[in-house]
């Protein structure tokens, strides 16, 4: 199928429709036949039968819609695709009914990112990347991205004129990429100021929002200037813990289709069975960050007085130093919270040796709490000095506060915080 003939799938009916009622209604049963089932298919194939030679060219050509290989589309991923569309770009599409607005699912979070940057960047260009990002990022831009010609600038993205300075110093920019609150350290930068200074300074380039912590409910970066927005969906997307996988939303056709094109020659493509998961996954997704917006702010606020907690790193305490840029930027402050232990290191492992309730593992966004020490497990293969640079010091843990009664998320980490 070529790319430049992909449906536009937001269905206009849901566009004006809540939140909720997109994310169960919008998308369903989009590229699948009326089989009047009530849950969406599972298109578990590798590859699709045509009626005969003339409607396979004419499928390939892109002159008649339809599915050729799995790896270069499926209805079951089509359906992902869809919901995302109309998450993270209704507002686009009502203002502008003309402006297209399309998503690409991908195999994982990293996959996403990695297609993202190489579809952006070629030998000779810069990425303006985060100073704190998910380590996996770093590693692939600092590691991977600059055997292939491509340099790599860090910039703290919560400081504006740091920001500026760095446009300024590096006109080869092509790709513009950071998390807002970041991993793990949950510094926020001014989306709508940034996308200003990046349009004025360096306008050939594409900013970039990774958007895993805020969720599409909370935050909409295309909303507020940024070209692309990306997930990972084994977070709070899919919210159970069941699924690797990333989404790619923009309305820059030409990014559409240079993504597109990394997917079928790189094959970074989702399996069906992980889409149908993430889709189910999506449903629920309003009730459930409702939960653990609520849950994380007690559980910060019982930290946060806790006499052997060091300091506190949540958007919606009052003591953050960004709480303001939150409060216009986000409709609530996520599930995430860090915090530091007195006693650092130590004090932490017997923390987390010794909680119940809590799960000691990595990933974050499930419906369960999960918790664990970023500079030996998720940042362990960013250098110590650029860690605690970045605010990652060796006594930082963090926390994904899950759905489960508050009261007993709290009760467990008073009896842990006990033995330390």
Known sequence: MEDSK???YIEKFYLDRGFATR???AGEHVGQPETRAHTNAIYQTSTFVFANAQEGADIFAGAKPGYVYTRLGNPTVKVLEAKLNALEGAAIKLANPEKRVASLAFSSGMAAVSSTLMSLCSAGDTVLLGDVVYGATEHLCSNVL???????????????EKVEAALKANPAIKAVLFETPTNPT???????????????????????????????????PLELGADVVLHSTTKYICGHGTVVGGIV?????????????????????PGPFDAWLVNLGIKTLPLRMERHCRNAMQVARYLEQHPKIARVLYPGLESHPQHALAKKQMKDFGGMISFELKGGLEAGRKLMDSIKIWTLAVSLGAVDSLIQHPASMTHACVPKEKREQGG??????????????????????DDALATV
């Open 146 to 160: 600059n055997r292939m010609g491509i340099k790599t600038v860090e910039v703290d993205f919560s400081n504006l």
């Open 392 to 413: 990652i010091t060796d006594g930082l843990v963090r926390a994904s506060v899950g759905i489960e009664e508050a009261e007993d998320l709290i009760k467990a980490l």
């Open 249 to 269: 939303t923009t309305a820059d056709e030409q990014v559409k289709n240079e993504l597109y094109k990394v997917i079928k020659d790189v094959g970074a493509n």
């Open 23 to 25: 994310a169960l209604h």
């Open 186 to 220: 949950m510094k926020l930068a001014d989306i709508a100021e940034v996308a200003k200074l990046v349009k004025a300074l360096v306008p050939a380039a594409k900013l970039v929002i990774d958007n895993t912590f805020a969720t599409p409910l909370l935050q909409r």
């Open 6 to 8: 992909l449906p536009d």
